[in-house]
């Protein structure tokens, strides 16, 4: 079973922009959605963006639509999420899942079944 792996968290400046990767180890995405997800501080998880690999459809949070973008690169078997405009809001733990969930079901946490360990994202004033 595929094993997604997240990178390129770190601190920026409100206003700024950041760049996350979710590499595929152990397997392919072929066949999968990818699904970003946060989780702030004190709040429970919640749904970021989504992408379709077979064919590239993509899916948003309402809070970050417009500043973020969900992209994949099927020759190097991974994901991206540009962040751009960040917010403070937008402080929280970034996961990358795999997952087969249909289209209504995609902000669904639970159809996501592989996880990844996660990556800090703060965003400061």
């Known amino acids: 079973q595929v094993q997604p792996v997240e990178s390129g968290g770190g601190l920026v400046q409100a206003g700024g922009s950041l760049r996350l990767t979710c590499a595929a180890s152990?397997?392919?995405?072929?066949?999968?959605?990818v699904g970003w997800f946060r989780q702030a501080s004190g709040k429970e998880r919640e749904f970021v963006a989504a992408i379709r690999w077979s064919d590239g459809g993509t899916s948003y949070a309402d809070s970050v639509k417009g500043r973020f973008t969900v992209s994949r690169d099927r020759a190097k078997n991974t994901a991206y999420l540009q962040m751009s405009s960040l917010l403070q809001e937008d402080t929280a733990v970034y996961y990358c899942?795999?997952?087969?969930?249909?289209?209504?079901?995609?902000?669904?946490?639970?159809?996501?079944?592989?996880w990844g360990q996660g990556t800090q994202v703060t965003v400061s004033s």
């Open positions: 152990g397997g392919s995405f072929n066949g999968y959605t």
């Open positions: 899942a795999t997952g087969r969930p249909i289209l209504s079901a995609r902000a669904d946490a639970n159809m996501y079944y592989s």
